[in-house]
């Protein structure tokens, strides 16, 4: 079956406002996730913590970088916990793995068991990042989506694909349909961190980046439909 990896930013579970957890947006998120499990798509759904801590303020006053990336790593958990809740009430059944060890909240993250889980039908929601600090939750969702050897990673965001600007402030902004990833560094586009850009293009690694605000754009995704921007080595 066709493997997926998405990734979701804490600021998407967040609403308009980008912080907490909105339960209309995450029964939103989930029906879209719920219309690609039932298909018999295999996802693995990586996930930010950005809603529930953001270390910016703290390390201006002086917070230690590790100290902050572990507080948004634990950040990271405390989604996962949510997403996987709002799943099993949806009857679809989903397990949650953390990159570091937590007793009793999620199985330690191991390449194979995640695989047996998406065999058995499961979703699998990994969260603690890489597990280390001073690397972001984008080059995460890199790094697993390469082990696990899907198909492509889909990046969630609040605009529908990559532009040549940013669309919010410049209204005669460009929509690329498909970039390279030699483009994307060159015109310093944005679409994720240097490491995790660079990880995708070293393995080949299909990406689309896209909106998730349109209930079917997911679906449509994994139908093969060219949605938002793909982004090719």
């Known amino acids: 079956m066709p493997r997926f990896l998405l990734k979701l930013s804490g600021e998407a579970l967040g609403g308009d406002s980008g912080f907490g957890i909105e339960p209309a947006v995450m029964d939103a998120i989930c029906e879209q996730i ?27 006053d002086g917070l230690e970088r590790v100290a902050g ?3 948004g790593m634990l950040a990271t958990v405390m989604n996962g916990i949510a997403l996987r809740d709002y799943l099993i009430r949806r009857e679809i059944q989903a397990d949650l793995f953390s990159a570091f060890q937590i007793a009793g909240m999620a ?15 499961r979703v699998a929601i990994l969260t603690g990042g890489t597990g280390n600090p001073y690397f972001t939750t984008d080059t995460a969702a890199c790094l697993r989506g390469i082990e696990l050897q899907v198909d492509a990673i889909l990046k969630a965001t609040n605009v529908d694909g990559v532009y040549n600007a940013d669309p919010k402030q410049d209204p005669d902004a460009i929509k690329y349909n498909e970039v390279t990833y030699d483009e994307v560094l060159a015109k310093e586009l944005g679409v994720m961190d240097l490491t995790a850009i660079v990880l995708c293009k070293e393995q080949n690694m299909p990406l689309v980046v ?3 605000q349109q209930p079917d754009n997911l679906q449509r995704i994994v139908r093969g439909e060219a949605v938002g921007t793909r982004v090719v080595a």
């Open 210 to 212: 896209f909106a998730m």
């Open 34 to 60: 719920a219309s690609v499990h039932q298909t018999g798509v295999e996802l693995a759904i990586v996930l930010g913590g950005g809603n529930l801590f953001r270390g910016q303020a703290l390390a201006a």
């Open 107 to 121: 199985q330690p993250y191991q390449r194979d068991d995640v695989l047996q889980s998406l065999a058995a039908g």
């Open 69 to 71: 990336d572990r507080m």
